[in-house]
């Protein structure tokens, strides 16, 4: 039996959260151990590792729902891989549209002070950016070179990001980054080996069968990166202890009646 088998019912507040789980306390310990940190000022990554069907992704959704009981409103931008989706930065396409949104409900005086000097090369990675009003009245920049508007681009949303971070404790979650194309593990990798790097808990939750099928080592490089020189750890989800499982079955056995 598997964590992933209970229903991801919808509830606030960490002990209504934690009452619908079954199982995974030292999970959950951990991440909330994690983001402490990453609240107090520290740039911390955590790597969630399992075989698919384990709950990793119901553990990590129940954590987000108990901080957001956090008075301190943390920001939660957060996404997914798709096996099967060609496009690039695909492990931020979704995580870059929440941003999105969340700078278009803010004050246009407040998105001012959070946008960094190079904010005209954001849309050029991520177009939905030229939604945000105060990225589409930033000043043109001419830059012919395509390595050094990438890099540009990159440092300009970790300052996004850092900024974002200085207001509010900042978590960014990406589901399934066993399937992130080259792109989207660059800037990872690149928002951590900034010299300012934002802080933030970053959480990404992937299938360890593919990460023992990393023939290239891209993937465990980059996971290799972003835990050099900043609070990193790795959460192995396996099966339910049997205690665990038989709590689950009685819990769905009496959800059912």
């Not at 209970?6 to 994690?34: C, K, Q």
């Not at 540009?152 to 404790?169: D, E, S, Y």
């Amino acid at each position: 039996v598997c964590a992933s088998d209970l229903e991801d019912t919808t509830l606030t507040g960490g002990e209504s959260s934690r009452a619908a789980f079954v199982g995974r306390h030292e999970e959950f310990e951990a991440l909330h151990r994690a983001y402490a940190e990453a609240a107090a000022g520290a740039t911390v990554s955590v790597f969630v590792e399992g075989p698919s069907g384990m709950g990793k992704s119901a553990l990590v959704r129940r954590f987000l729902v108990e901080i957001d009981a956090d008075p301190r409103r943390p920001i939660v931008l957060k996404g997914r891989c798709h096996e099967r989706e060609s496009l690039p930065y695909k492990a931020f396409d979704d995580v870059i549209d929440r941003l999105s949104h969340l700078l278009i409900s803010l004050p246009p005086e407040e998105v001012q002070g959070l946008l960094p000097d190079d904010a005209d090369l954001l849309p050029r990675l991520f177009p939905v950016l030229r939604r945000v009003p105060g990225i589409q009245r930033a000043p043109a920049l001419n830059i012919s070179d395509p390595h050094e508007m990438r890099e540009r681009a990159f440092a300009a949303l970790g300052v996004l990001l850092a900024k974002l971070a200085r207001r509010r404790p900042l978590v960014v979650y990406i589901d399934d980054l066993q399937w992130a194309d080259r792109d989207s593990l660059q800037l990872l990798t690149e928002l951590f080996a900034s010299h300012s790097p934002p802080v933030m808990l970053f959480v990404g939750a992937l299938r360890s069968e593919n990460l023992a099928g990393d023939e290239d080592g891209r993937l465990r490089n980059a996971m290799a990166q972003v835990a050099a020189g900043h609070p990193s750890r790795t959460i192995d989800v396996g099966p339910l202890a049997p205690s665990e499982q038989r709590a689950l079955v009685a819990r769905l056995l009496a959800k059912g009646d």
